[in-house]
Each structure stands twice: as C-alpha cells, then as structure tokens.
C-alpha cells in the first residue's frame, strides 16, 4: 500500500450504480465515474507556519470529491485517487 505525504489522502473510488432507481439498467459506456470514496490511507498532515494541522478525515470516512479532482493510480490492478484534502468536498 502506498503512503501518502504531507497532506494528500489515498481514497478508493466506490463502484458507480448499475441501475437508477427506477430500476433502469446503466450501460458501463454510460455510467460517469463516481465522485465518492473511501479514505483508506492518509499522509501526516499539513505543516504551516510551523505548525502541524491535522486531518478532518479519517480512516474508513465515506468522502465526495469532484470527478476531476486528484490523480488517478493504480496498485495491483486496484484504481484509486491521490489528492489533497482540500479537494475533498464532503464527508457523508
């Protein structure tokens, strides 16, 4: 597993639906890719002006993000984003 440094969170993309609620199946061609995830690793957190900022997420948090937020990797065959927590837009 990888690390993340300084403030940056590793969060595991969840799967985008299948279906609607109505019970339509979704294409894969036209699902859009999911905008929520899981926190599964975390950096040691922001340094400023010499102090140390801790995190307002924490392990196993359930986050959204926007689509186009983050870098996309992928660890034994397993995608997920790399980004700062500032680019996270919510905890549910």
Excluded: C
């Excluded at 299948?18 to 061609?29: M, N, Q, R, S, V």
């Excluded at 002006?49 to 986050?63: I, T, W």
């Amino acid at each position: 597993m990888i690390k993340p440094l300084a403030d940056r969170v590793l969060v595991k993309p969840l799967e985008a639906e299948a279906k609607t609620k109505g019970g339509i199946i979704i294409p894969d061609t036209a699902k859009e890719a999911p905008a929520q995830g899981k926190i599964v690793a975390l950096g040691n957190g922001k340094i400023k002006d010499g102090k140390k900022h801790e995190f307002s997420v924490k392990l196993g948090d359930k986050v959204l993000y926007s689509k186009y937020s983050g870098d996309e990797i992928k660890i034994d065959n397993v995608e997920y984003k790399i980004m700062k927590e500032e680019e996270i837009l919510g905890i549910l």
